[in-house]
C-alpha cells in the first residue's frame, strides 16, 4: 500500500465521521479509485476499508431508507438485498472476502453504486428521482 492510498484512506474515514456518514466512496470525494470506507458500529470504532471491491454475491431483499452525502437532505426507501458476499483488499494489500447483512450488507451496496457512477435515487421511479431533482433545484436556488 502506498503513502497516497494510506492518506486517502486517512482523508476518506475523517470526512465520513465529520458529515457524519456510515460509508464513503473514493469517487465522492472526487478520488477515482475504488475505495470505500465505512463504519456502521454506534461507537464509531470499526472502520472497514475495501480497495477494488466485487460483489460475488447477493441473496435476499430487504427495504431500509437511506440517505446520501452526496445528496444531501434526501432520504428515500431503496430496495436492496440483505445479504452478499464481497470480495475486495483491505487496507494493508491483503485480499479478504465477507459475508455482510443488514445495514452493513446495505452500506456496501450502497457505496459500490458510487463507485459505479451511481447514486441510490437512481433506484426509485422516474415519479420519485423526478421529485427529488426538482427538490435540489429548489434547495439550490435558496441558497444561492
Known amino acids: 500500500m502506498t503513502p497516497a492510498t494510506r492518506k486517502l484512506i486517512q482523508d476518506m474515514s475523517e470526512t465520513m465521521y465529520a458529515a457524519p456518514g456510515i460509508g464513503l466512496a473514493a469517487t465522492q470525494v472526487d478520488v477515482h479509485e475504488q475505495i470505500i470506507v465505512i463504519d456502521v458500529s454506534e461507537t464509531h470504532d470499526d472502520l472497514k476499508v475495501f480497495i477494488n471491491p466485487v460483489l460475488l454475491q447477493k441473496a435476499g431483499e430487504e427495504e431500509n431508507e437511506e440517505g446520501c452525502l ?4 434526501i432520504y428515500e426507501t431503496v430496495r436492496r438485498a440483505d445479504r452478499v458476499t464481497v470480495q475486495a483488499q483491505n487496507e494493508n494489500g491483503e485480499t479478504f472476502q ?5 445495514l452493513l450488507a446495505v452500506c456496501i451496496q450502497h457505496e459500490i453504486d458510487h463507485l459505479h457512477g451511481k447514486v441510490f435515487v437512481e433506484h426509485l421511479s422516474h415519479l420519485k428521482q423526478t421529485r427529488i431533482r426538482a427538490k435540489l433545484k429548489k434547495q439550490r436556488r435558496e441558497t444561492l
Open 70 to 73: 452526496s445528496v444531501p437532505g
Open 98 to 102: 465477507i459475508e455482510a447483512e443488514g
